[in-house]
């Protein structure tokens, strides 16, 4: 994702560097602006400090990301000396092949985002989904135009109440934003998006699909069957 959002963000910048792709969008959340490291037992503290100088250089609060078959990572320690605590950590989860069969609520209507009345409907379901902050709301406005990425809403009795996006980038397609109104709970939502931004993938070539869970979704993900392949921590600079 951070390697893809340069090309519609004119101040982010990406590139590699001490063991981690290197993510600076200028935004004011930390977990976008990050060192991003995919093997944390190379991991050293010389590392740690290089990554907090890039983040003095462009004034920005950072963070370490790290995927991890652990919850606390053997550099924790190490972590919390050079300034840093943990911020989150998301099971990481994937499923291979075909879901298997399930009766869905054919009341539920998952359809792709087509025009800027969608956009803005899928940005509206997401932001109180989540209850995200406004600082996110960029984000969110540069996934809205990335051609990797394809965003669906559902619609329940002509009602738009779930969103949700497939990214498709660097070979992989992930499964981000699933999110369904409070009021429409409990009604197979955010199963029948699942069902469609999987299908969707397997349409296009990929073997299956990955995703970082929030606890809100991991019930679900373990219920249609998704593996867990480790963790998404977030570590994030103390002030």
Sequence with gaps: MFEAIPRYHAAAQCWQEAGAVIGITGWASATFNAAIVQDSSILQAEHV???????????VTGTIQLADPASMPACV??????????????????YEGAFE?????????????RDQQDIELYYRIVAEGFDLPP???????VMLRMTECTHMIAWLHGEPVGAGTLVECANVAGIYNVATLPQARGSGVATALMYALHQRALNNGYSGTALASSPMGLSLYRKLGYRQDGYQIVYAQME
């Design 49 to 59: 400090r290089r990554y907090s100088e890039v983040f003095a250089e462009y004034n």
């Design 77 to 94: 320690d190490m972590l919390w000396h050079e300034g840093y605590a943990e911020m989150l950590c998301d099971p990481m989860m994937s």
């Design 101 to 113: 069969a399930r009766t869905l609520n054919t009341a539920v209507l998952p359809q792709v985002v």
């Design 135 to 141: 600082v996110i709301e960029d984000f969110v406005g």
